[in-house]
T-cell receptor, first 115, second 113 residues
Framework: ETGVTQTPRHLVMGMTNKKSLKCEQHLGHNAMYWYKQSAKKPLELMFVYSLEERVENNSVPSRFSPECPNSSHLFLHLHTLQPEDSALYLC??????????????FGSGTRLTVV | AQSVTQPDIHITVSEGASLELRCNYSYGATPYLFWYVQSPGQGLQLLLKYFSGDTLVQGIKGFEAEFKRSQSSFNLRKPSVHWSDAAEYFCAVGTGNTDKLIFGTGTRLQVFP
């Protein structure tokens, strides 16, 4: 399998549930990202992992917890979410460093609905 | 700080007509510029990118974009639009010093037969 794969594609969860989103990349990239895409709002960068180390956390609430166990896998653990957290969550990967950057490859996203 | 502006929220064109989607960026040095397309319920797919060199870049699906430093613009063009081009288009700017892309708010393209 190639590219960036996200599972599940759709998720409905209650505000007291705990769930995880998974992202896997088969491109040999060294950086991975979580973005949130809400209706009528710009893409919001949530987390950046470079070489499995978190290098950025853009003031994301603690109810979102990322995990990057290796350079190919990225998780977003969710707990006690709010209805306003309903959105499309996009994972991306890139090969970056040494002053070079070639852009992202995105997964298809997970459509999250919090009820 | 870097920023990207896509002035047009929604554009409607007839199939076969030409298309130009506007993108303006703010960045002090030479940026890395990208155009992505997103179909409903899907992730973003890279159309084309500019790093340096020739200011007119060709992408997939017959798209091209021109980098104009004097206007801080990177507009996307297509000579003849197909119904399958209906989607949302995002312009993005990055640099070689960071691994982040800053996205515009997107332009939704609607194509009428």
């Amino acid at each position: 399998e190639t590219g960036v794969t996200q599972t599940p594609r759709h998720l409905v969860m209650g505000m007291t549930n705990k769930k995880s989103l998974k992202c896997e990349q088969h491109l040999g990239h060294n950086a991975m990202y979580w973005y949130k895409q809400s209706a009528k709002k710009p893409l919001e960068l949530m987390f950046v992992y470079s070489l499995e180390e978190r290098v950025e956390n853009n003031s994301v609430p603690s109810r979102f917890s990322p995990e990057c166990p290796n350079s190919s896998h990225l998780f977003l653990h969710l707990h006690t979410l709010q209805p306003e957290d309903s959105a499309l969550y996009l994972c991306a990967s890139s090969q970056a460093g040494q002053g070079k950057f070639y852009g992202y490859t995105f997964g298809s996203g997970t459509r999250l609905t919090v009820v | 700080a870097q920023s990207v502006t896509q002035p047009d929220i929604h554009i409607t064109v007839s199939e076969g007509a030409s298309l130009e989607l506007r993108c303006n960026y703010s960045y002090g040095a030479t940026p890395y510029l990208f155009w992505y397309v997103q179909s409903p319920g899907q992730g973003l797919q890279l159309l084309l990118k500019y790093f340096s060199g020739d200011t007119l870049v060709q992408g997939i699906k017959g798209f091209e974009a021109e980098f104009k430093r004097s206007q801080s613009s990177f507009n996307l063009r297509k000579p003849s639009v197909h119904w399958s081009d209906a989607a949302e288009y995002f312009c993005a700017v990055g640099t070689g010093n960071t691994d982040k892309l800053i996205f515009g708010t997107g332009t939704r393209l609607q194509v009428f037969p």
